[in-house]
């Protein structure tokens, strides 16, 4: 297991809290948060389906605001940006992976790493070039130009990551990144998400699966109910 983090926080959320009037019950989705991701660190979360983990994503993603608390980043506090500054915050400094993969149907693998680097102003030649030399660290190199429909899970997760690596962002969020993929395609999935840690990326990976987050995670946290709990799940690591 590496150990690149260096002690600096990346960000820090207290006291966050997200709740949905849903009729006339309130769901208290997210119940007072708090947590240190330090610069480097390969953080795995783990729960409950329901217990609030894809809410604290999107929250740290910027895709959502909280009822109360706070998340602070180095630039600057999240609820506090207006949304042009949120906007850029989001296509700079997250990338993001889902479940799903959430890639763009009609665009080539290419075409879809591409993206990502169309609203950071860079030339399209080099957003080309880019997207190519990522998708070929993916070990898509040979997958440039399918679309979505004709690639496998795995490889149309291996898109998604590329997608979200390409703009090298301070943080990356994958929320069950390996939630539709066989044993081959999760590790091989690990081992991406590992390189990439162990390059000095940060990472917050939300997980059904305790056997892969402890054995690339860093730290392991468990939410219950929102919150969460204190037990430390980290140790028994595979790796
Ligand atoms: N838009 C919404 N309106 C009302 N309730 C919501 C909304 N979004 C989420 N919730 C509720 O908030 C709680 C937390 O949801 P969340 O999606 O964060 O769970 P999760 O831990 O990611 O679950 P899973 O492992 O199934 O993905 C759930 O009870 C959910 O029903
Ligand atoms: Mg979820």
Known sequence: MSQTQDNITLLTASSLAR????????????DGVDL?????????????SGSGKSTLLNLLGGLDTPTAGAIRTAEGDLNRMNPRRLARY???EVGMIFQSFNLVPHRS???NVELALYFLDVPLRRRRALAAEMLTRVGLADRLEHRPADLSGGEQQRVAIARALVKNPALLLADEPTGNLDRDATH??????ADWNRGGGTVIMVTHNL??????AHRVLRMDYGRFVAEDLSAGGLE
């Open 36 to 48: 240190d991701v330090r610069r480097g660190e390969f953080l795995g979360i783990v729960g409950a």
């Open 109 to 111: 693998a290419l075409g």
């Open 90 to 92: 989001r296509a700079t």
């Open 211 to 216: 056997d892969l987050a402890r054995a690339r």
């Open 188 to 193: 091989m999935i690990g081992d991406i998400l």
């Open 19 to 30: 709740h949905y009037r849903f009729g006339s019950s309130l769901v208290k989705a997210l």
